[in-house]
C-alpha cells in the first residue's frame, strides 16, 4: 500500500512539473496583496509577543497594514505600516504613534516555505507623541531598526503545511515573482 502511495504521489507530481514547466505565463499558485496584510498582522502580532516575553521593553502593534505589490511594474512590494511602538518603562507606559512607508523585496526560501522581505528602504516615516518635542530623527531610527529587524526575520507569508495543494508546491522547486497585485509561485530555473 505505502508503495503504490509513494507512486502515485510521484505521478502527481510529475504531473504538476509537467503542465507548470510547459507554461511559461502559468502560475499554479499565487498569493494576493489582501492575504499578505492578514499574514503580516498575525506575524506582528507574534512578534511582539514573543519580544516582550523575551523581556523586551520595547511593544509593537499595528493598526494598519497596506501592501502594494509590484508598484510601476518593479518586483518589489511597499508596505504602509501605522501603529504604536511603546516604551514599558518602570512603571510608566510611553506610546508612539508610527506611519512608516518601506520598500523591499520579495524572496523565497525554499527550506522555510516562506516569503522574506530583504533590501528594505525606508521611503517615508512619522512618528507622533506628546512626550517627544523637536528632532524625532533618533527615535525614527529606532524605531525603523526595529521593523526592518522583524520584517527581515519573520515571513510576510508561509505555505500552510496544512493544505494539499500548497504542501504539493512546497516540495518542488519554486521560486516567486511579483505581479501587480500579488505574487506568484512559479518553478526554479
Same mark, same amino acid.
Given at each position: 500500500?505505502?508503495?503504490?502511495?509513494?507512486?502515485?504521489?510521484?505521478?502527481?507530481?510529475?504531473?504538476?512539473?509537467?503542465?507548470?514547466s510547459?507554461?511559461?505565463?502559468?502560475?499554479?499558485?499565487?498569493?494576493?496583496?489582501?492575504?499578505?496584510e492578514?499574514?503580516?498582522?498575525?506575524?506582528?502580532?507574534?512578534?511582539?509577543?514573543?519580544?516582550?516575553?523575551?523581556?523586551?521593553?520595547?511593544?509593537?502593534s499595528?493598526?494598519?497594514?497596506?501592501?502594494?505589490?509590484?508598484?510601476?511594474?518593479?518586483?518589489?512590494? #511597499?508596505?504602509? &505600516?501605522?501603529?504604536?511602538? @511603546?516604551?514599558?518603562?518602570?512603571?510608566?507606559?510611553? =506610546?508612539? %504613534? !508610527?506611519?512608516?512607508k518601506?520598500?523591499?523585496?520579495?524572496?523565497?526560501?525554499?527550506?522555510?516555505?516562506?516569503?522574506?522581505?530583504?533590501?528594505?528602504?525606508?521611503?517615508?516615516?512619522?512618528?507622533?507623541?506628546?512626550?517627544?518635542?523637536?528632532?524625532?530623527?533618533?527615535?525614527?531610527d529606532?524605531?525603523?531598526?526595529?521593523?526592518?529587524?522583524?520584517?527581515?526575520?519573520?515571513? #510576510?507569508?508561509r &505555505?500552510?503545511?496544512s493544505? @494539499?495543494?500548497?504542501?504539493?508546491?512546497?516540495?518542488? =522547486?519554486? %521560486? !516567486?515573482?511579483?505581479?501587480?497585485g500579488?505574487?506568484?509561485?512559479?518553478?526554479?530555473?
Open positions: 500500500m505505502t508503495e503504490q502511495f509513494h507512486a502515485w504521489r510521484l505521478c502527481l507530481l510529475s504531473v504538476v512539473l509537467a503542465v507548470a510547459g507554461c511559461a505565463s502559468f502560475s499554479p499558485y499565487s498569493v494576493s496583496e489582501r492575504t499578505i492578514g499574514y503580516l498582522r498575525d506575524a506582528v502580532v507574534e512578534f511582539d509577543r514573543q519580544q516582550l516575553q523575551s523581556g523586551s521593553p520595547i511593544g509593537l499595528l493598526s494598519n497594514a497596506d501592501i502594494t505589490l509590484g508598484p510601476d511594474g518593479r518586483d518589489v512590494a #511597499v508596505i504602509d &505600516l501605522s501603529g504604536q511602538v @511603546s516604551l514599558n518603562a518602570l512603571v510608566m507606559n510611553l =506610546p508612539v %504613534d !508610527i506611519m512608516l518601506v520598500e523591499g523585496a520579495p524572496v523565497y526560501d525554499s527550506k522555510e516555505k516562506a516569503i522574506y522581505l530583504r533590501r528594505l528602504q525606508l521611503l517615508d516615516s512619522r512618528i507622533e507623541s506628546s512626550f517627544f518635542k523637536g528632532d524625532l530623527k533618533p527615535v525614527t529606532s524605531v525603523m531598526a526595529v521593523v526592518a529587524r522583524m520584517l527581515e526575520t519573520m515571513p #510576510v507569508y &505555505l500552510d503545511e493544505s @494539499s495543494t500548497q504542501r504539493m508546491f512546497g516540495m518542488v =522547486p519554486l %521560486d !516567486i515573482r511579483v505581479a501587480p500579488r505574487i506568484e509561485f512559479v518553478m526554479a530555473d
